[in-house]
């Protein structure tokens, strides 16, 4: 995500993660990174959108997201906590990762906003992410207007 010590290279710079997923393990005991579900800083095309196919359309996930956007005074970066509960998600799978969330937040320093989604309807369009970054003063995210 985005803390850092130092002035970072470009090379790092692209490294550097944009969103990642976090699931539960298999036994349910444990909050995991979720293999091969992240987005880097260097990749191609709409990370937005990316982030936006990533997610399961029928089981619940915690999401960090790097937000890029600029307001009328300046460009800013935010990281975002996101509780992704689909309504097609299984009850139980609901009820585990919604009494959990306090446990992996208090483990990020950094999270200027949190965002409950329960559907792709609540996140698909870049304006929704907008209104949770700071509203009608919001013009761009991630590069694209709104």
């Known amino acids: 995500m985005k803390v850092r010590k130092a002035a970072a290279t470009e090379e790092e710079k692209r490294m550097r ?3 990642v997923l976090f699931c539960l393990s298999d036994d349910k005991k444990k909050i995991i990174l979720e293999e091969g579900r992240e987005i880097l800083q260097g990749d191609e095309g709409d990370p937005y959108l990316k ?3 990533m997610l399961p ?3 619940c ?3 960090l997201y790097d937000a890029t956007y600029e307001t009328k005074e300046t460009k800013k970066e ?3 906590f996101i509780f992704w509960a689909p309504e097609s998600a299984p009850l139980k799978s609901k009820m585990i990762y919604a009494s959990s969330k306090d ?3 208090r483990n990020f320093t950094g999270i200027k906003h949190e965002w409950q989604v329960n559907g792709l309807e609540d996140i698909k369009d870049r304006k ?3 209104e949770k970054l700071g509203g009608s003063s919001v013009i761009t995210v991630e590069g694209g207007a709104l």
Request: charged share 40%.
């Open 78 to 80: 935010d990281l975002v």
């Open 103 to 105: 446990a992996i937040k």
């Open 57 to 59: 359309p029928d089981d």
């Open 51 to 53: 982030f936006v196919k």
């Open 128 to 130: 929704t992410l907008a």
């Open 61 to 63: 996930r915690y999401a």
């Open 17 to 19: 993660k944009k969103a």
